[in-house]
């Protein structure tokens, strides 16, 4: 593929770029990260571009070779959407200390055994999931895409290169190239999503099987549940159905 969008990675549709650095992106795909952007810095009227950091005003679009539109990034604003209860403990789970759940899956194994190589079927519907809780909003495609885009693109060289590089290395690689993916929308948040997004993989599970894991372990040795039959933490139940919605996205 020649010139892909820098964000989702596919063919260029409806071609339109930055006014300052003019890089070029799918118009749909840098509106949204415009979007993304303004929402988490609500007094913002320019958006740094994904690739060069330079600050734009606007995206020209719709250029013909005569005419042009412009779309200023101060119009670019968007209200939340109601999430699932599914979300909100996952929220939860962000809030918490994540060595109470680390020591149950063996991370250093899934690089030292080079497992890193390999695709793993669950993570496109792990990541949007996880990502609309942290946003709070449910149109994260453009943002899901592109960090998955990066994680793919890391599987794809490093199952070219084989056993180049150190376990240490690679694991060092993966992080950072998902820390610079996942920044421009997470913010001081990214840290501590890249390393969920290493304790999923690492977990080798579903992710029924994951989130029913890190639920009841979290529910007692964390969270300090109260009823682990009934699922109640402080005094609230626990939002079991949650798994339903795993399913409907199509795990």
């Known amino acids: 593929m020649s010139n892909p969008c820098p964000i989702c990675l596919e ?7 930055l006014d300052q650095c003019f890089h070029v992106f799918c118009y749909k795909c840098i509106l949204q990260w415009a979007r993304t952007v303004k929402q988490r810095c609500q007094t ?26 412009r ?3 101060r ?29 149950k899956f063996d991370v250093l194994s899934y690089w030292k055994c080079h497992k890193y190589r390999y695709l793993n079927s669950w993570l496109q519907t792990w990541l949007r999931r996880e990502i609309q809780a942290l946003i709070q909003d449910t149109d994260v495609d453009v943002i899901m895409h592109h ?19 150190t376990p240490e290395a690679k694991r060092a690689e993966f992080k950072s190239l998902v820390s610079d ?24 599970l579903t992710i029924n099987a994951y989130d029913e894991v890190y639920m009841n372990y979290l529910a007692t040795c964390t969270l300090g549940m109260s009823d682990e039959s009934s699922g109640e933490i402080h005094g609230r139940t626990l939002p079991f159905q949650y798994l339903q919605y795993i399913d409907e996205e199509g795990d």
Do not use: M
Request: net charge negative; hydrophobic share 30%; charged share 25%.
């Open 147 to 165: 960090i998955l885009g990066v994680v793919e693109s890391f599987w794809r060289r490093n199952e070219e290169e084989r056993f180049k590089g």
């Open 75 to 103: 119009q670019a604003t968007g209200t939340s959407s109601p999430l699932s209860d599914a979300h909100e403990y996952r929220v939860q789970c962000y809030n918490t200390n994540l060595d109470a759940i680390r020591h």
């Open 11 to 17: 063919t260029l549709t409806q071609e339109s770029y």
């Open 181 to 204: 993916a996942a920044r421009p929308f997470l913010s001081e948040r990214t840290p501590r999503f890249v390393d969920e997004v290493e304790l999923f993989l690492a977990s080798g």
């Open 44 to 69: 913002t009227s320019s958006v740094k571009c994904p690739l060069c950091k330079t600050e734009n005003s606007s995206i020209i679009y719709g250029y013909d070779g005569s005419s042009f539109q």
């Open 71 to 73: 779309h200023y990034i």
